[in-house]
């Protein structure tokens, strides 16, 4: 499955098979979507948008804390898309 393929991967070998996997998780994916009457371009491009929206957010933040995305760490990062997340939530509440 797709777990072993991305471990083969990592390891340097069988980039393929990760190519392959995840081309049957797309394909499913779609097909999920489809048997949902949800159409799969269109529910794509929603969370696109809602991630360009996040980002802007966390580069806000982080640009109201005086700090570039490019000098936060994995971590820092991490804790600002958590706060970015949290602020769009509200938004919708």
Not at 33 to 42: C, I, N, Q, T, Y
Request: proline share 3%.
């Amino acid at each position: 499955g797709l777990r072993e393929a991305l471990a083969l991967c990592a390891s340097g070998d069988a980039p393929g098979d990760v190519s392959e996997e995840i081309g049957d998780l797309l394909f499913s994916a779609v097909s999920l979507s489809r048997s949902s009457k949800v159409h799969p371009e269109l529910a794509l491009t929603a969370a696109t948008e809602k991630f360009i929206r996040r980002f802007e957010l966390m580069e806000a933040l982080a640009g109201r804390d005086g700090r570039a995305l490019e000098s936060l760490s994995p971590d820092e990062m991490g804790n600002y898309w958590k706060m970015a997340k949290g602020q769009a939530g509200a938004a919708r509440a």
